[in-house]
């Protein structure tokens, strides 16, 4: 029994080696720097450190507050330049294209009137 269990650990430890040998070579030595580089990042975002309040550790906070005034503010003015615009460019439009449609209905009935002068 003690033999069986000898021979059982040395294969369990065996398996394991031949586990990690194949795992290191088939794995691009990139990707196993970033994991790295992520698995530290992660054990240092646990980290915490406490620091009193001042004026230079709020002002990130009070730009951000104000950033997220003014952008709501831009997308109010977006808003209503996109309502009050869009119809009038429409309008413009078609009012354009009538003109140019009367201009060539014209051209083409004076072609014609010539045409038939001569």
Wanted: aromatic share 12%; net charge positive; with cysteine.
């Amino acid at each position: 029994m003690r033999a069986y269990k000898q021979q059982l650990n040395a294969g369990l430890l065996a398996a394991a080696v031949l586990f990690m040998v194949y795992a290191t070579f088939t794995q691009a030595p990139e990707r196993a720097w970033s994991d790295a580089r992520v698995m530290l990042a992660a054990t240092g975002a646990s980290l915490t450190a406490a620091v009193p309040v001042n004026p230079y550790n709020t002002l990130a906070t009070q730009l951000q507050q104000e950033q997220q005034q003014l952008d709501a503010r831009q997308a109010a003015l977006n808003a209503e330049q996109t309502a009050s615009s869009g119809i009038d460019w429409g309008f413009y439009s078609l009012c354009v294209s009538a003109a140019l449609f009367v201009l060539v209905a014209f051209n083409f009935w004076f072609d014609m009137r010539r045409a038939r002068r001569t």
